[in-house]
C-alpha cells in the first residue's frame, strides 16, 4: 500500500492553487451576470448567426490580434470540427470573403488599426460583420459593423493602468490587462460551440471524425 507523500507545504500550495483557480473562475463567469441591454446576449447572437452561417452554405472568417486573437483561433478549429467553412484571416489559403459570409472580429478595447482595416475590407465586400468588444459606444470598430456582439468585461482600456507608483501588493489586479476579457471570450466560445452542435444537430463522432489526423 503506497502511502501518500504529501507534506504540509504541498497541501498548502494545493490550497493556494484552489483558491487562486476559483476566484479566476468567479471574476470570469460575473461577466455573463451583467446585462448587454441594448445589445442582445452575445450567446445567442453568436449562435443564430453561425446558424445562418451553416444554413446558408456560406463561410465564416475570423479575426484577432495578441490573446484575443489566440481565443479567434481556438474558436475557429471548432466551428471547422463542427461542419462549417471556417477561416482565419491571417491564413495563406484563406480564400476572398464575400456578401454572402460572416466575419467575426474582436477588438476588447473598442478598437485596433488592423482590426479596423479589415472590418473595413469585409463591409466593403457586402459582408456581414459581427464585432466583439467590451467598448460599444466608443470603439473605432463599431462603424464598420453589421451587429454588436458587447462582451461587458475589463480590458487594457478600462483596467486603469496600473500607475508607476503602484506597488503595493494590494494593488496588483488577479487578472491583468486584458485577461478578463479573454478569458470571457473563450468561456463564451465554448459555450456557443456546445449550443451549436445540438442546433446542427451534429453528434460527438461527426465533430470527432473531422478532427486532424496530421499530428
Keep these: ?8 507545504m504541498a497541501n498548502e500550495k ?11 473562475c468567479n471574476q470570469i463567469s460575473s461577466v455573463f451576470s451583467k446585462t448587454t441591454d441594448p445589445y442582445p446576449p452575445p450567446f445567442d447572437l453568436l449562435v443564430t448567426e453561425l446558424a445562418g452561417v451553416s444554413r446558408r452554405k456560406s463561410r ?13 483561433k481556438a474558436f475557429a478549429m471548432r466551428l471547422f470540427h463542427l461542419g462549417l467553412s471556417s477561416h482565419l484571416v491571417s491564413d495563406v489559403t484563406t480564400p476572398p470573403i464575400s456578401s454572402s459570409d460572416l466575419l467575426i472580429a474582436s477588438a476588447g478595447p473598442g478598437g485596433f488599426s488592423t482590426v479596423d482595416a479589415i472590418c473595413s475590407v469585409a463591409k466593403s465586400s457586402g459582408a456581414k460583420v459581427l464585432l466583439l468588444t467590451a467598448q460599444p459606444e466608443t470603439g473605432s470598430c463599431v462603424k464598420h459593423a453589421t451587429a454588436v ?30 485577461s478578463v476579457y479573454e478569458g470571457a471570450l473563450f468561456v463564451l466560445f465554448e459555450m456557443v460551440v456546445y449550443k451549436l452542435g445540438e442546433v446542427l444537430g451534429e ?5 470527432r471524425s473531422r478532427h486532424t489526423n496530421l499530428e
Design 203 to 207: 453528434s460527438p463522432e461527426s465533430v
Design 14 to 24: 494545493s490550497q493556494e492553487m484552489e483558491k487562486l483557480s476559483s476566484q479566476i
Design 60 to 72: 465564416v472568417f475570423l479575426h484577432g490580434v495578441g490573446r484575443e486573437g489566440l481565443m479567434l
Design 1 to 8: 500500500k503506497i502511502r501518500s507523500l504529501k507534506t504540509p
Design 149 to 178: 456582439c458587447y462582451v461587458p468585461a475589463q480590458t487594457m482600456a478600462s483596467d486603469g493602468g496600473g500607475g508607476r507608483n503602484a506597488t503595493a501588493k494590494e494593488e496588483r489586479e488577479l487578472l491583468p490587462m486584458g
